[in-house]
């Protein structure tokens, strides 16, 4: 995996900071089409997040959870896989959310 922009201006420690937005990304891509955790981790690896089955998968049950995802079985060839939608719940949370980021965002850029 080639390093991006993002990587090379990245500390370590600064994971903690931005790893609360791995949820949002999460469900934004669930609302618009079906995710399955493998295809997560790659979508998610380019943006220059790096998140192992360990903590995707509990990641996605604890959505699950609460109600903003919904997990089907599919076939893939001869296994099944996994596949999360956004539910009516969690496209309004994830509703909710933009408008939070948005705020932080204009106060992250503006500097106040």
Known sequence: ??????DSLSL??????????IPLHVLHHAAGEPI???G?????????YRISPGSLYPLLHGLEKKGYLRA???RNGRSLRKVYRATALGRKALEASKIKVRELFR??????
């Not at 106060?107 to 106040?112: A, F």
């Open 1 to 6: 995996m080639s390093k991006t922009k993002f």
């Open 12 to 21: 370590p420690a600064d994971r903690d900071l931005y790893s609360g937005l």
């Open 36 to 38: 399955f955790g493998l």
């Open 40 to 48: 997560m981790i790659e979508e998610l690896g380019r943006h220059g």
């Open 72 to 74: 089907t079985q599919q």
């Open 107 to 112: 106060e992250l850029m503006e500097g106040k």
